[in-house]
C-alpha cells in the first residue's frame, strides 16, 4: 500500500520562530490532509491540499503532486501550536485516508 | 450540533465488559470511519462505511463490532477487550462522490470527533 513518511519526527523551537514540516508519499494522490492534534487528542483540519499552495494565517501549505510530496510552514510560532502535525493521502482504494507517523512541535516562550 | 460528535469522551472497561462507542456526524456526510490510536502511534484505518455498507474491514480482531444503521451514525460495539486494546479511537466522515467506484479521489475533505479515550483493565 501507500507510504507516508513525515519528517522531522520531533521539532523544537522558541517562540517566534517559523519551520516546515514535510509528507512524502510512494505514489501519486488525489487527496491530502493535514492535521493539528492538540494534547487532547482532537484533529484540527488544517488543510485540504491535494496540490498547489493554500494559506490561513500563519499557516500556509504546498504539495507538489507530481514530485509526491507537500510541505506544512509555520511562521512566527506561538505555544499553542504544539502538538503533533499529521499528513494523511487518500489510500489506493480511494476509501479512506492514511495517515503518517506526525512530527510532534513543541514551541516554547 | 455541528461537526462530528463522539460519546462517551473516556471509557474504562473491564475484559468481560460489553460496551459501545457513539459518532454522529451532521455535515451530510455519507461515509464514516474508525480509527484507533495507541500510544506513539500513527492513526491505523480500522473500518469503512460507504452508504450504511462496510467497504473495508482492516484485519481488525472480531471483538470490535462496528455498526452503521444510517448516514448519520456509526458506532462501534466492544467485547472481551485485552488490555492493549486501550487507546483513543476516533471517528470520521467525509462525502464519497462515487460510491462502490474505489478510485482514488472520490472523497472529500475527512472530519473527525473528539475522539473517546479508552482503557481497557
Known amino acids: 500500500g501507500i507510504q507516508v513518511e513525515q519528517s522531522p519526527p520531533d521539532l523544537i523551537l522558541q517562540e517566534g520562530a517559523n519551520s516546515t514540516l514535510r509528507c512524502n508519499f510512494s505514489d501519486s494522490v488525489n487527496n491530502l490532509q493535514w492535521f493539528h492534534q492538540n494534547p487532547w487528542g482532537q484533529l484540527i483540519n488544517l488543510f485540504y491540499?491535494?496540490?498547489g499552495t493554500k494559506q490561513n494565517g500563519r499557516l500556509s501549505a504546498t504539495t507538489v503532486a507530481t514530485e509526491r510530496y507537500s510541505l506544512l510552514y509555520i511562521s512566527s510560532s506561538q505555544t499553542t501550536d504544539s502538538g503533533v502535525y499529521f499528513c494523511a493521502v487518500e489510500n489506493q482504494a480511494g476509501t479512506a485516508l492514511i495517515f503518517g507517523k506526525g512530527t510532534t512541535l513543541s514551541v516554547s516562550s | 450540533e455541528t461537526g462530528v460528535t463522539q460519546t462517551p469522551r473516556h471509557l474504562v472497561m473491564g475484559m468481560t465488559n460489553k460496551k459501545s462507542l457513539k459518532c454522529e456526524q451532521h455535515l451530510g456526510h455519507n461515509a464514516m470511519y474508525w480509527y484507533k490510536q495507541s500510544a506513539k502511534k500513527p492513526l491505523e484505518l480500522m473500518f469503512v462505511y460507504s452508504l450504511e455498507e462496510r467497504v473495508e474491514n482492516n484485519s481488525v480482531p472480531s471483538r470490535f463490532s462496528p455498526e452503521c444503521p444510517n448516514s448519520s451514525h456509526l458506532f462501534l460495539h466492544l467485547h472481551t477487550l485485552q488490555p492493549e486494546d486501550s487507546a483513543l479511537y476516533l471517528c470520521?466522515?467525509?462525502?464519497?462522490?462515487?460510491?462502490?467506484?474505489?478510485?482514488?479521489?472520490?472523497?472529500?475533505?475527512?472530519?473527525f470527533g473528539q475522539g473517546t479515550r479508552l482503557t481497557v483493565v
Open positions: 470520521a466522515s467525509s462525502q464519497d462522490n462515487n460510491p462502490g467506484g474505489g478510485w482514488m479521489g472520490s472523497n472529500t475533505e475527512a472530519f
Open positions: 491540499i491535494p496540490s
